[in-house]
């Protein structure tokens, strides 16, 4: 007998519910996924503004839930479990989704998942590309997240290999896009530009690429610095700025770092299946890099399509449905956010 299993994010500015089907083999099928961004409303401030996101989610929350209803011809009382991303992310927002969660749960009588982000969004390759191989190594690029996992089971065993010393590979994105005059949020436009600039015009350095740096640790506030540097000596010089080169020299140097520890590690490991999520990993250049060296490698490459690899509920709904597959305790109703709820922990 399957199950609809609901899932709630709200951890930076969109609100997302997603609603799938957990079969009693243990696949999940996507039913709906509705998204409410905020970002335009963040935009002008050239970044996310907590106190906004959290008033934003609050009024689109039960709206997007009944929009995920009525796309899955589903009612409320068919809910079987409840998912709600419990961190990490903006304590404000988090908890506007963890406190409709209870209530949803609460007036429901069922149970209760607090669930962790970053484990969604490896997740969510699962409703596109089915169970994942046991054990495989997650990419995980995002705005606010740069890291290196094994996953041995993604409803309870995840451990970190390495991450970000600094800013993550989104941020400097965000960051290049505002040296540039191009818009927030800054990975769109500056893949944008990129497509029609020489990537090879510029040579930025590869952060934490030394022979004595940790081999599976990023930073990308040193490039993001270099860029700046470069275009304030142009603009000195009197030069025109050749924006798509910038951008495609940049995003290089960004697509290089990632895609060639994400290569080592699979190999040093003995893992064979690489899976890239997060909101970064819908960049053209990381993907066919990406593509590229797995496939000299003998790696399979899995990356979800673009609109799973945002913040969504679709993701937090299929970590549920893992979650409840594989046994996990339910949540208490008195489960608080946690902004910086780490990776391993799969659950609260």
């Known amino acids: ?7 709630i994010e709200s951890s930076c500015d ?17 039913l709906a996924d509705e998204v409410a961004s905020s970002v335009d409303q963040h935009a002008r401030f050239g970044g996310v ?11 689109a929350m039960v709206p997007t839930a009944n929009r995920a209803f009525e796309k899955a011809d589903l009612k409320l009382s068919d809910v079987d479990a409840i998912a709600v991303t419990a961190g990490p992310g903006l304590a404000g927002a988090l908890l506007v989704g963890v406190s409709a969660a209870k209530a949803y749960a609460a007036a429901l009588g069922v149970p209760l998942y607090g669930v962790n982000h970053l484990a969604g969004h490896i997740a969510v390759d699962t409703l596109q590309h089915g169970p994942l ?9 995002s705005g606010g997240h740069t890291q290196l996992l094994r996953v041995d089971d993604i409803a309870t065993t995840i451990t970190e290999l390495g991450s970000t010393v600094d800013d ?3 941020e400097a994105y965000d960051k290049v896009a505002r040296v540039l005059g191009l818009p927030y949020p800054g990975g769109p436009p500056i893949d944008k530009a990129a497509k029609q600039g020489d990537p090879r015009a510029i040579a930025f350095p590869r952060g934490m690429t030394g022979p004595r740096d940790a081999k599976f640790d990023f930073s990308f506030s040193g490039l ?3 860029v700046a540097r470069w275009v304030e000596g142009a603009e000195r010089r009197g030069e025109d700025i050749p924006v798509n080169d910038v951008a495609a020299s940049f995003q290089e140097a960004v697509a290089d770092v990632l895609t060639a520890k994400a290569v080592r590690a699979a190999k040093e490991s003995g893992i064979g ?4 999520s997060g909101g970064v990993a819908a960049n053209s250049r990381l993907s066919e890099l990406a593509r590229e060296r797995c496939e000299a490698a003998g790696i399979e490459l899995r990356v979800p399509r673009p609109r799973l690899c945002t913040d969504n509920g679709a993701m937090i709904a299929a970590l549920g449905a893992h979650v409840v597959a594989a046994g996990v305790r339910e949540s208490t109703l008195d489960i608080s956010a946690n902004p910086a709820l780490p990776v391993h922990v799969v659950s609260v």
Do not use: W
């Not at 503004?49 to 009024?59: D, I």
């Not at 191989?133 to 690029?141: E, G």
């Open 49 to 59: 503004v907590p106190e906004v996101a959290s008033r934003a989610h609050l009024e």
């Open 273 to 276: 299946t690489l899976v890239i």
């Open 224 to 226: 993001k610095t270099a």
């Open 168 to 170: 993550a590979a989104g």
């Open 133 to 141: 191989p046991k054990p495989c190594l997650a990419l995980l690029v």
């Open 1 to 7: 007998m399957s199950r609809i299993i609901m899932g």
């Open 14 to 30: 969109e609100t997302g519910v997603g609603l799938v089907r957990l079969h009693d083999d243990g696949t999940v099928d996507l």
